[in-house]
Antibody, heavy 127, light 108 residues
Framework: EVQLVESGGGLLQPGGSLRLSCAAS????????MNWVRQAPGKGLEWISF????????YYADSVKGRFTISRDNAKNSVYLQMSSLRAEDTGVYYC????????????????????WGQGTLVTVSS | SYVLTQPPSVSVAPGKTARITCGGN??????VHWYQQKPGQAPVLIIY???DRPSGIPERFSGSNSGNMATLTISWVEAGDEADYYC????????????FGTGTKVTV
């Protein structure tokens, strides 16, 4: 059974830093790209970062580029999100999500969906 | 940046059909994925690549995608289908990024 368990959330002041972790189990972690998606209280989903299985390709949403860094440790089956210069608008539940199916019938694609999600960890940025 | 627009809410009676739209510029040229999120829970992938279902997702859920609109259809709606639904694409037009729709609350 695929399991993703996030940790590291908490309450911190604007301008602070935090590192989120996501521990994966139940699948071959080294074979999958991973993502972070967040959700502000009462709001919709926002994709924020993507990392390939080998860490060779990384993407960020404009809202976090230059402030957040995604990384992974395949030996520890974990993906991380280092967050700095935090703002009130970064408040929300942060989910890690594993890539889902990348083929439909006999066609395979390079784009990404989010097939499995963790339960999320809450980050609150407030003075 | 690429924008996906969904109606904020859809109401449907049990046993009827709910249709949730997802509008985007030439979305028919992209692959659309759909998620269901119940209160206090993480999202769940229910449709991928326009109209494929992961194992365990009932056949009552189906999707279509053409032109500037993608649609999630829930047939024979049940009380347990009450949730928020989000469409999603991967936008590689200028920069690579995930894009979610604005979300639709389905009330049964």
């Amino acid at each position: 059974e695929v399991q993703l368990v996030e940790s590291g959330g908490g309450l911190l002041q604007p301008g602070g830093s935090l590192r989120l972790s996501c521990a994966a189990s139940g699948f071959s972690f080294i074979d999958y790209s991973m993502n972070w998606v967040r959700q502000a209280p009462g709001k919709g989903l926002e994709w924020i970062s993507f990392i390939t299985s080998s860490s060779s390709t990384i993407y960020y949403a404009d809202s976090v580029k230059g402030r957040f860094t995604i990384s992974r440790d395949n030996a520890k089956n974990s993906v991380y999100l280092q967050m700095s210069s935090l703002r009130a608008e970064d408040t929300g539940v942060y989910y890690c999500a594993r890539e889902g199916p990348n083929c439909s019938g006999h066609r395979c694609y390079s784009d990404t969906n989010f097939g499995f999600w963790g339960q999320g960890t809450l980050v609150t940025v407030s003075s | 940046s690429y924008v996906l627009t969904q109606p904020p809410s859809v109401s449907v009676a049990p046993g009827k059909t709910a249709r949730i739209t997802c509008g985007g510029n030439n979305i028919g040229s992209k692959n659309v994925h759909w998620y269901q999120q119940k209160p206090g829970q993480a999202p769940v992938l229910i449709i991928y690549y326009d109209n494929d279902r992961p194992s365990g997702i009932p056949e009552r859920f189906s999707g279509s995608n053409s032109g500037n609109m993608a649609t999630l259809t829930i047939s024979w709606v049940e009380a347990g289908d009450e949730a928020d639904y989000y469409c999603q694409v991967w936008d590689s037009s200028s920069d690579h990024r995930g894009v979610f729709g604005t979300g639709t609350k389905v009330t049964v």
